[in-house]
């Protein structure tokens, strides 16, 4: 049985002062092993991150199972650890400190959650910050402390929500090989959602392609490209095939909003 | 030389323009463009001051206006931010209390003073009373909004690592609400000294206040001074101090993100 | 192409559904109500001493004997009147002087503080000395009221003109507008709602000093009517005044509060 089972998950959302409810995903069947990678695709507006929220246990399902080592998810656990777009870091608190953050939360014994928070911030570089406070820090150095924090807590999955949206390209390009770097150490289970296609096929072990109204998945693409995955191979053959079906997929549901428009 | 000005342009500012609104002061008396009876002069007043502070009158009226001044802000503080802290976490007590805190918004407290006064004696604990009236409501309302206000991203990230309900109000509202409770306490400060002594006016028999409409009823210009000068400058120095709190406090503020 | 939204068939909310929607109007209304109903019953159970206190039903009856027969409408009217005085003043001074301040930096620098210093004053402290100076008339009270009013308008005016959006102005300077033109089309409406706020906050500072002040001492008002009945323990008289005033005050302020929100909605997010 693979780590995660999703199975018919259906999300709704109860419009604000009425007694409508707006489907943001369904009938999603999914299945991810231990130690992949995986990345969510899609539009906006898709519900890419809406089930990633609700793996997280955030929000809750109208129907169907999420099931995470067996157990059902009803809500957040230190088995799964978040990776927001925003950096959400405490501003009064330092590198470190925010580090610490989690495992203050899950109640950590006071040696290891100094041991961790020392040992995480290192790892994702940023070693000499440790006494930095967030407002002295560029977008890019935030996500890693963010990441840090996350993985301080030794979740089982990691579920990140387009964490390098708010970046620019170059910076983004090399958060992507980081990143990389530092899940090859331990190979925890990873859900990554994007919106950017290169990034997808790149970070990933399969794409899961997402299709809006309502979100559903299309098609999940296994990604036959070696690790560790190098800047090379963006321009390899095998990568322009997969970017080409993965805009093919875009490029009508951008036809399709097309449509609507000329109808409303 | 312009190194200076620039570090400590509002310190300059600020004792410059003092500076010069004394000696216009001082120097319309002396040319006769308005009356010494109505105005003193800051002449007169250093005189009167050292007077005052020689029969220890000063030391009386500045010992009981901040005697009752400290009072008043430290109930108001405590009272203030408890039910803060209480109508953040429970709505039904928030609009219990929110009726009562509107009308006392709206009304001029002072006009209960009589009541006050019938309930608690001319003296002391009437104006404390009154000081602590005046000064819990910025306490009460920055609290509670400080706490309902924060920010909600950090809210979802540690509610993701299993944060429960006192965890979110202890490690991400509290500290977060830190700059609007020091406003708050700003604000307080200010409306618990004028509670002192407005109370004082009406009925004291020592302090600021008290000297204040003594001296005035007795048309005494420059002895009035003396203590009205004393309020001012209780207050600058008040302000000063919470500016001081303020930017300590406040050094975390997270800006647009820094370059590289 | 699937439907999006799922309607269900809309129902007429229950009681339970409407009370859970209003919650804090309902129980804002049943806290008033328990405290004027706790306040009566303690009265008459002699758990609280009325003539400290009065009650609810001796305040309502004494609203009617003093509508109809107390010179009210005479008091009212004095302190209206010095409380419209003065406010009057205080913004047509204030509002320019804040745009000026607001928008010369050199200026400021020397103003603020002081500036500052008498914001955070007690002004009521002047009472003694403007009553030396303007006597116990109406002139006194103007005068409080207007050193009441003008440091909010003031303050918040200099910092409206201050967070004026600069990528505006900017805009504006691309198409050849003048110095004038800037401060007239843009900078004026611009701060307009943090003026607004300034006004309603130099309200509620003015109508408190103007009761103050007469509480002090006057000869009329609507403050002289709340000492004298204070004095003479008439406490049903003097809460039936300071429920007037509150009353006033509040509506004052909530018509300048719509306006400001009225104002607002139009800017969009910062």
Not at chain 3, 187 to 207: F, N, Q, S, V
């Amino acid at each position: 049985m693979s780590q995660i089972e999703l199975r018919d998950v259906a999300i709704e959302y109860k419009k604000p002062k009425s007694e409508e409810r707006f489907v943001a995903v369904q009938g999603v069947n999914l299945s991810i092993e231990k130690g992949s990678f995986v990345t969510i695709v899609g539009s906006s507006g898709c519900g890419k991150s809406t089930l990633l929220l609700s793996m997280a246990g955030l929000i809750p399902k109208a129907r169907g199972s999420i099931r995470v080592d067996g157990r059902e998810v009803t809500g957040p656990g230190p088995d799964r650890a978040m990776v927001f777009q925003d950096a959400s870091l405490l501003p009064w608190r330092s590198v470190h400190g925010n580090v610490r953050f989690g495992l203050e939360l899950q109640r950590w014994t006071r040696d290891d959650m100094n041991e961790r928070a020392a040992r995480f911030t290192r790892m994702v570089g940023l070693g000499s910050f440790s006494d930095y406070h967030p407002h002295q820090l560029s977008g890019g150095m935030r996500q890693r402390v963010n990441i840090a924090r996350a993985l301080a807590v030794d979740p089982d999955v990691l579920l990140m929500d387009e964490p390098f949206g708010a970046l620019d390209a170059q910076t983004r390009e090399v958060m992507g090989d980081e990143l990389l770097r530092i899940w090859e150490r331990d190979k925890k289970t990873a859900i990554f959602v994007t919106h950017a296609i290169d990034e997808a096929i790149f970070l990933g072990d399969r794409v899961v392609v997402m299709g809006k109204n309502p979100g559903h998945i299309r098609e999940v693409i296994e990604i036959d490209l070696p690790r560790p995955r190098t800047n090379a191979m963006l321009d390899s053959e095998t990568f322009i095939e997969y970017r080409k079906r993965l805009r093919d997929y875009f490029a009508s549901d951008m036809q399709s909003m097309q449509m609507v428009r000329d109808v409303a | 030389m312009i190194g200076v000005w620039r570090r400590h342009q509002a310190l300059i500012s600020g004792v410059t323009s003092f500076a010069i609104i004394l000696a216009a002061w001082q120097l319309a008396v002396d040319f006769g463009l308005v009356k010494a009876f109505f105005v003193s002069s800051p002449a007169l007043v250093t005189t009167q001051f050292i007077k005052q502070l020689h029969s220890g009158e000063v030391l009386t009226n500045l010992s009981v206006s901040l005697y009752e001044f400290a009072w008043g802000l430290g109930l108001a503080v405590v009272v203030g931010g408890a039910c803060g802290i209480f109508a953040s976490w429970s709505r039904t007590f928030e609009a219990v209390l929110e009726p009562f805190i509107w009308f006392k918004y709206s009304s001029p407290t002072i006009a209960f003073y009589p009541i006050f006064v019938a309930w608690l004696g001319l003296g002391e604990p009437t104006i404390i009373a009154i000081s602590f009236i005046f000064a819990i409501t910025p306490v009460y309302a920055n609290t509670l909004s400080g706490i309902k206000n924060a920010d909600p991203d950090l809210i979802r990230a540690a509610r993701s690592f299993g944060a429960r309900r006192h965890d979110l109000f202890l490690k991400v509202a509290l500290p977060g609400s830190v700059p609007i409770l020091v406003a708050g306490l700003r604000l307080a400060v200010g409306r618990a000294l004028t509670g002192v002594v407005a109370a004082e006016l009406f009925g004291a028999t020592a302090g600021l206040g008290f000297a204040i409409s003594f001296y005035g009823q007795k048309l005494k210009t420059n002895e009035m001074m003396v203590s009205l000068m004393l309020v001012v400058i209780l207050g600058i120095i008040f302000n000063q101090l919470l500016s001081l709190l303020e930017s300590a406090t406040d050094s975390w503020r997270t800006g647009p993100g820094r370059a590289e | 192409m699937a439907v999006t939204t799922q309607i269900e068939p809309r129902q007429v909310p229950s009681l339970g559904a409407l009370i859970n929607r209003h919650y804090s109007l309902v129980v804002s209304t049943i806290s008033v109500l328990v405290f004027l109903a706790l306040w009566q019953i303690s009265a008459d159970q002699g758990w609280i001493n009325a003539r400290y206190t009065s009650t609810p039903s001796a305040v309502a009856r004494a609203a009617l004997v003093i509508f109809r027969t107390d010179n009210f409408f005479y008091h009212a009217w004095v302190s209206l009147s010095e409380f419209g005085i003065g406010f009057a003043l205080a913004l047509v001074v204030s509002v320019p002087l804040g745009l000026v301040l607001g928008t010369s930096r050199s200026i400021r620098l020397f103003v603020e503080p002081p500036l500052m210093a008498m914001y955070t004053a007690p002004r009521l402290a002047l009472l003694p000395i403007l009553i030396v100076w303007l006597g116990i008339g109406m002139a006194s009270k103007v005068a409080i009221v207007f050193l009441g009013a003008i440091f909010p308008i003031i303050v918040n005016t200099i910092a409206g003109v201050r967070d004026a959006d600069p990528r505006l102005i900017q805009a504006a300077r691309a198409f050849g507008a003048t110095r004038l033109d800037i401060f007239t089309k843009i900078l004026i409406p611009g701060c307009l709602p943090a003026i607004l706020m300034g006004i309603r906050l130099g309200i509620g500072r003015g109508l408190l000093s103007v009761i103050v002040g007469e509480m002090f001492v006057s000869e009329a008002g609507i403050g002289y009517q709340i000492m004298t009945y204070g004095q003479g323990m008439q406490i049903d008289k003097l809460l039936v005044y300071a429920f007037v005033v509150s009353i006033f005050g509040y509506s004052l302020t909530l018509a300048v509060k719509l306006m400001e929100d009225h104002i607002r909605s139009w800017r969009p997010a910062s």
